[in-house]
């Protein structure tokens, strides 16, 4: 099993930056895919971005050129480097982790772009 815990989120301009960490402990190697999701009011949960053990990087069209995923293996931690924000950006972000059998989410972490 693995838990994640998600740290970084919080309140920022439009236009504005942040940085999210995802921190996986517990069954880490048998992770293949790890990324991030998000929960927007009265919204579906939608992929954000997501990165496979090869370094295959994949992103929503919406994260297409102002977001990127980076993994640091040696600390078991996804970062999700979030430029440009907007507005829409507003959602509650989740970390994911699937090794081919199990999914786990972490609680997730609020990201408010004021306007």
């Known amino acids: 099993q693995v838990q994640l815990v998600e740290s970084g989120g919080g309140l920022v301009q439009a236009g504005g930056s942040l940085r999210l960490s995802c921190v996986a402990s517990?069954?880490?190697?048998?992770?293949?895919?790890i990324g991030w999701f998000r929960r927007a009011p009265g919204k579906q949960r939608e992929l954000v971005a997501d990165i496979t053990r090869g370094g295959i990087t994949n992103y929503a069209d919406s994260a297409k050129g102002r977001f990127t995923i980076s993994i640091d293996n040696a600390k078991n931690t996804v970062y999700l480097q979030m430029n440009s924000l907007k507005p829409e950006d507003t959602a509650l972000y989740l970390c994911?982790?699937?090794?081919?059998?199990?999914?786990?989410w972490g609680q997730g972490i609020q990201v408010t772009v004021s306007s």
């Open positions: 994911n982790a699937e090794n081919g059998l199990i999914e786990s």
């Open positions: 517990g069954s880490v190697f048998g992770i293949n895919v």
